[in-house]
């Protein structure tokens, strides 16, 4: 197992270590008021030392877990580090959490002090206070609306900072005992405990120390040649791994800069501004950044229109090949650079992305048209396979040799096995050590000789030697008559089309795949004011029959170039409905990083489901939906079925077969 | 840490008294005898059914119309008439029911505009774009960033208003007003065709304005559960006369109102 530096072993340290060697370089952005606010490493160390002495001033001791609710906001990074430095633990939750979800967290987790963004949070805080006994302390940020609260328990950052400040001040021993608390943090020493988002059943808090987080995060700057000069723009929950890693950690050990958007929707604008060198977004951002622009096109002149058209079409058959260095016509490469002065320069530039180093794309499978698409336009978009137990990094694919179906080799350090039933196991340094308080989970995923059980299916390619993610290995079914039914694959292929927000396949032990549609409200909403069609709310518009002849359309143009694949070609869509209502991870019907959860769907949809298989071509149901602010009401529908014709399967091996 | 109920708030000295108003258009008595008082740091809620002289009152009260009889005393000074622009300059903004932005003009600079009032340089001193006029405009523009933050609109900061839906429109009309740092916000039927959500962050956001900068508000609204949430006292009026003034609660339970609202069983 690779080891790790015992000067650099924690987070805190690092941070001393950066303020010395990169002082003036910059560590942080905020736009705050319209203003990008920069600062440097060593205004960094000066922040969190001043919050973190305050901290200690207020209690917070070694092996305390606090908690950190809130966006992407630099003094949310900083508590982390400060508490850190106390030996405390930061427990990060996700900030749209509801206060139920919150409470089960919190106090599974035993924190005794929340730093949080605003008043929202605060307000969340105070629902559940009886549930947490131990929670004594909450700091905020923001401290709008927050006025004529009691501030018996209740902190600004600031005042802590000052605390701390007035401390450092008046006591020359401070700075030399807070140092020294902070050498004694060690490499193996629990870093950080990060609940999972759970697909299934409870969230599971996942312990990693500063030696998992710290040897995954130089390993990926190494494979990726990342250093102090990247900017990247952190925008994903705090609580995500994700963030977590490439936001906090990897920023640490590279010194690269860090910039934090004014709000949750000015990404897209701030990202611009600031020209991002390295990216890591989850497909749905690819996914939703095509959409937006697909409907931008369809409002723009028919010149423009014909421009883009061709151009992508261009970008399409010799984009890829020239981002892989491959042999290009001199007529391709010519066409090519036009597209890049009149349509892909100006697009990326609007999607911020025109400095882009690297962009990956994880947590889940992303569809091939659309990495077909960005890689066409330019952008060296990679794909990596990543678990919260893993520091993120279990397989990503090196540069220039980049598939769209794969998810890459093994990251440096890893070691990736096939099991005999088909799942994927791992083994690296930056495999956790345990679910907090909950070692038979941790037995059953944790082998004791150090492999994790990834609980997906996959295989290495036969060609190319990468590893392939087929499905979670509990939710790759058969239909009846034996056939593979991979329902991601078939959502995933469904969720290309720009006017499909959600799929969810059904067909596990059934006679044939049915699919159910979530519609994308802009995609198609765009489309209804183009044709004149009339709606007043999502429920309306989903249930209009040209949007149904729309997405009969699409689904099948997805049952033609399914019908060409030998193995899915039995499992073609059938039947299909459009969903009255948007799937919402307030409902529980998708993770809070937008997975489907689809046992959950598959039981509060089931009179969908079974309309499905009885040969009804209308269904009624009733659904309770939670409104934002928690309230619940309940949401009667009529959806209508619609029938498909299946392709004739056109494969060899399925004639022999059949 | 217990979050304060609204309605708490202290009531302050009057701020704006309306006695015995009366307005008409030709034969059409739109207000009669009106009288009533709006406290400082209150959200004062003016509502009635339709045609009940809720706007005309706005309208009164903001110098848009004269009327024939009666006293208004803003800020302790007796004025029987008033021109829009001299209200405005009295620290009085408003909103109005139908939007009235520079639909060309992006958010920002429909905010900017509301500063236009507090901007002391000419014209000869802007075209020159250093100094003394370039200083008031880096100030102006951060108050603006402010209440840009302040109601959540940094992501539409460069979008000309006519793009954008209805209830973001709305805000920035709020914004607008808020930017000349009013002594008293009159706002006419903010909610007005919005949805639950829409209404519940416009709410808040008169709540927050309230409480933040002490800004009083006077609100005409048509829906009764909004203004019962938000306000610290209603004035009920009916064909232009006032037929009740009080609480929220004093209000609900009064005969006079719920006879013009439900009608009367026979």
């Known amino acids: ?658 | 840490m217990r979050a304060p109920s609204s309605n708490e708030t202290a009531l302050g000295e009057v701020l704006l008294a309306v006695e015995e108003v009366s307005l008409s258009f030709g034969g059409v008595r739109a207000l009669t005898g009106v009288s009533f008082d709006i406290r400082k740091g209150e959200i004062r809620a003016i509502i009635g059914p339709n045609g009940a002289g809720k706007t005309s009152m706005l309208n009164v009260v903001n110098g848009f119309y004269q009327p024939q009889s009666g006293r208004i005393t803003f800020k302790g000074e007796v004025r029987t008439s008033m021109r829009p622009y001299a209200a405005a300059h009295g620290g009085i903004a408003r909103t109005f029911q139908n939007l009235a932005l520079f639909r060309g003009m992006t958010t920002l600079d429909n905010i900017l505009a509301g500063r236009a009032l507090k901007m002391h340089r000419g014209f000869f001193w802007q075209l020159l774009r250093y100094g003394p006029a370039l200083n008031e405009e880096v100030e102006h523009r951060h108050r603006v960033e402010e209440i840009i933050e302040f109601l959540e609109i940094a992501a539409i900061r460069k979008i000309p208003v006519g793009r954008l839906p209805y209830g973001l429109q709305k805000r920035v009309e709020l914004g607008r007003a808020l930017a000349m740092e009013p002594d008293l916000l009159l706002l006419d039927e903010p909610m007005a065709g919005m949805n639950l959500e829409e209404k519940e962050d416009m709410s808040r956001f008169i709540i927050d304005v309230n409480q933040q900068y002490g800004t009083t508000i006077a609100l005409i609204e048509h829906d009764m559960g909004v203004v019962m949430d938000l306000s610290d006292r209603v004035v009920v009026l009916d064909y232009g006369r006032k037929i009740a003034d009080g609480t929220p609660d004093e209000v609900k339970r009064d005969k006079d109102v719920i006879r013009a609202y439900l009608g009367e069983s026979k």
């Open chain 1, 1 to 658: 197992m690779p080891t790790i530096d015992p000067v650099l072993d924690t987070l805190p340290k690092l941070l001393i270590h950066n303020a010395d060697t990169f002082g003036l370089r910059p560590a942080m952005r905020h736009k705050d008021l319209g203003i990008w606010q920069t600062w440097t490493w060593a205004q960094v160390l000066d922040e969190v030392r001043a919050f973190s002495v305050g901290l200690s001033e207020l209690g917070l001791k070694r092996g305390d877990k606090f908690t950190i609710v809130g966006g992407n906001r630099p003094r949310l990074y900083w508590a982390m580090c400060a508490g850190q430095a106390l030996g405390a633990i930061p427990v990060p939750v996700y900030s749209d959490a509801v206060a139920d979800e919150m409470a089960y967290v919190l106090a599974h987790a035993e924190v005794t002090l929340a730093v949080v963004e605003d008043q929202e949070q605060v307000d969340k805080l105070i629902t559940i206070a009886d549930r947490l006994p131990r929670l004594a302390q909450v700091i905020y940020d923001e401290p709008r609306g927050l006025k004529d609260y009691n501030h018996a328990r209740l902190f600004s950052f600031e005042d802590v900072q000052a605390v701390g400040r007035k401390k450092l001040a008046s006591d020359p021993e401070c700075l030399r005992r807070w140092e020294a608390g902070l050498r004694e943090g060690k490499g193996g020493d629990l870093s950080v405990i990060l609940y999972t988002s759970g697909t299934t059943g409870r969230s599971k808090g996942v312990m990693l120390t500063y030696a998992n987080t710290i040897i995954s995060a130089r390993n990926a700057n190494e494979f990726d040649k990342l250093d102090e000069r990247e900017e990247v723009i952190a925008y994903l929950p705090l609580a995500w791994v994700g963030d977590y890693v490439f936001s906090y950690v990897q920023a640490y050990t590279a010194g690269y800069c860090v910039n934090c958007p004014e709000a949750a929707d000015t990404v897209l604008q701030d990202r611009r501004e600031i020209g991002t060198t390295y990216a890591f977004a989850p497909p749905r951002v690819y996914e939703n950044l095509l959409t937006l622009t697909m409907v931008r096109m369809a409002d723009a002149g028919g010149l423009k229109r014909k421009m883009f058209d061709f151009f992508i079409a261009v970008a399409r058959r010799w984009g890829e090949k020239i981002l892989d260095r491959e042999k290009v016509p001199l007529y391709g490469r010519f066409l090519y650079a036009v597209g890049n002065l009149l349509v892909y320069g100006p697009l990326k530039n609007q999607f911020g992305l025109s400095r882009i180093r690297i962009g990956y794309t994880a947590g889940e499978a992303i569809g091939p048209e659309l990495f077909r698409f960005y890689r066409g336009i330019g952008l060296n978009l990679k794909q990596l396979y990543g678990q919260t137990e893993a520091s993120v990094y279990v397989t990503a694919q090196p540069n220039g040799e980049i598939y769209c179906d794969t998810v890459g080799k093994a990251s440096p350090g890893v070691e990736v096995k096939i099991s005999e039933s088909g799942e994927v196991l791992y083994r690296s340094p930056g495999v956790f050590i345990g679910y907090y308080k909950d070692p038979e989970k941790t037995a059953e995923v944790l082998t004791p000789d150090g492999w994790v059980h990834t609980g997906d299916a996959g295989f290495f390619d036969a060609k190319n030697g990468q590893l392939k993610i087929i499905d979670r290995s509990k939710d790759v079914g058969r239909l009846r008559d034996g056939t593979v039914f991979a329902p991601k694959y078939i959502e995933n292929k469904l969720k290309f089309y720009p006017n499909i927000r959600e799929a969810v396949a059904v067909g596990d032990g059934r006679d044939f795949t049915g699919a159910m549609i979530n519609i994308d409200l802009t995609a198609v909403g765009s489309w209804a004011e183009r044709n004149n069609v009339v709606y007043g709310s999502y429920q309306e518009l989903a249930a209009d029959p040209r949007v149904y002849d729309m997405i009969a359309q699409h689904i099948d143009e997805v049952n033609r170039s399914m019908s060409e694949e030998e193995v899915m070609a039995g499992a073609q869509i059938h039947r299909f409905l459009i969903l009255h209502k948007e799937l919402d991870p307030d409902d529980g019907e998708l993770t809070r990083t937008q997975k489907l959860r689809r046992g959950h769907i598959i039981d509060r949809y089931g009179p969908l489901v079974e309309a499905f298989y009885n040969g009804s071509s209308v269904a009624q149901i009733t659904t309770e939906v939670t409104f934002e602010d928690g309230h619940k009401g309940t949401i009667a529908a009529r959806v209508a079925i619609r029938d498909m014709k299946p392709y004739p399967v056109r494969t060899a091996a399925m004639e022999r077969a059949a």
